[in-house]
């Protein structure tokens, strides 16, 4: 039981890093070095926004590629890629945080 919420924490830790954006981590702090870390629920909201700010930077990579408007294919593509792999992470998270629940609930006491 612990090893699975400890997937789902070291999964949630390293979504802002991988998305390329940057934002909080688990380890980050707000302050010095005896400051609390950020709570679990600010980094899904911040995970969840950067997989929605990478969605909308490769539709408007793509938008720009069909209308004509400079876009290179590759940086269409490339936006497209980092967007693809922020949602399967994102969902590699949630699958991992579900299945910890279940578990937590199938425990007898």
Do not use: C, W
Request: charged share 10%; glycine share 10%; hydrophobic share 45%.
């Amino acid at each position: 039981m612990l090893t699975a919420l400890n997937a789902v924490t070291s999964a949630a830790q390293s979504l802002p890093a991988l998305t390329g954006i940057g934002g909080k981590t688990a380890a980050t702090s707000t302050g010095g070095a005896g400051a609390e870390p950020a709570p679990f629920s600010d980094l899904l909201s911040d995970a969840v926004s950067q997989v929605n700010q990478l969605e909308s930077q490769a539709h408007t990579a793509v938008e720009g590629l069909m209308s004509g408007s400079g876009v290179d294919v590759h940086q269409a593509m490339i936006a497209t890629q980092k967007a693809s792999m922020a949602f399967e992470l994102s969902l590699a998270v949630r699958n991992k945080a579900v299945q910890a629940y279940q578990s937590v609930i199938g425990m007898q006491f």
